[in-house]
């Protein structure tokens, strides 16, 4: 049996969360005549999810909706944890897909807070939590980079 040559590609663009996702290097394989990474896909989550985690933009309504699914939460749950009464601004928020949701500094932060909580992380950075408060956030543009 012959052995399939393994292909590494570079700036490697992946848009299968919903969302897109650049690899600086990542092997490749072909897969009914495309490409895709050649990656456990549970590790490409785990990454994208710490990856917005650091972000230093707004979530996107694709971001949000990613991180409410990677933590098992229906739009409901999220709001009600959020403060909100319901999951009416949630769904708002999801349906603007590619860019930013508009969601306020502080529920952003909630959100990100989430996330420190998911992880069980029980230090959560307050610079981090400081500059989403402060606004000092850039919209949503460009895949979001993949160290895996």
Known sequence: MKARATKVARNFI????GFPVIFRAVEVKEVMGELVP???HRKLQDEAFL???????????AHLSF????????QEDLGLRLGLSGHSMISKWEKKKAAATGMSGAIEAGVRILMYE?????QIPIEAVIL?????????????????
């Open 38 to 40: 050649n990656i456990n």
């Open 132 to 148: 989403v408060l402060a606004g000092d956030l850039d919209e949503p543009k460009g895949p979001v980079p993949i160290a895996a």
């Open 14 to 17: 992946y848009g299968g969360l």
């Open 118 to 122: 998911y992880l069980n992380k029980s």
């Open 51 to 61: 990856a917005l985690l650091r972000a230093s933009f707004k979530f996107s309504g």
């Open 67 to 74: 991180v409410r699914n990677y933590m098992g939460l229906k």
